[in-house]
């Protein structure tokens, strides 16, 4: 991990004012499309190191939020356990394979 700079207290607000107003439960289902992109993209050869760049950041984003109260995972309300139905394709473009479970919360 990189030593993090030293920066002004305004400067830390204007890197921080737009988490604050993230709809962080659209970002979660946003999230959620681009995995089904790493499937779609896994199953024609293509490329996936963007896509899942921008997933594991927004993943790091959302932990983050946790840990400070600005977001929480919600579970679904029709089961206790989660279900990402979303995620359904790539589970079974890969199955040997799935790394979902990195992406989950």
């Known amino acids: 991990m990189r030593p993090i ?3 002004a207290a305004e400067q830390a607000l ?6 604050l107003q993230t709809d962080w439960s659209m970002l979660h289902r ?3 499309e681009l995995i089904e992109l790493l ?3 896994e199953s024609e050869g293509y490329s996936k190191g ?7 950041l927004i993943d790091a984003l959302q932990d983050a939020a946790e840990e400070v109260g600005l977001w929480e995972f919600q579970m679904p309300k029709k089961t206790k356990k ?3 139905p979303e ?7 890969a199955p040997e394979s799935n790394k979902i479970g ?4």
């Open 14 to 19: 204007t890197l921080v004012k737009p988490l």
């Open 50 to 56: 963007a896509v899942e760049g921008l997933v594991y």
């Open 30 to 32: 946003q999230k959620y």
């Open 39 to 41: 499937a779609y993209a």
């Open 82 to 84: 989660r279900e990402y």
């Open 5 to 7: 700079p030293e920066v």
């Open 87 to 93: 995620c359904e394709k790539l589970a079974k473009v």
């Open 102 to 105: 990195r992406f989950i919360d």
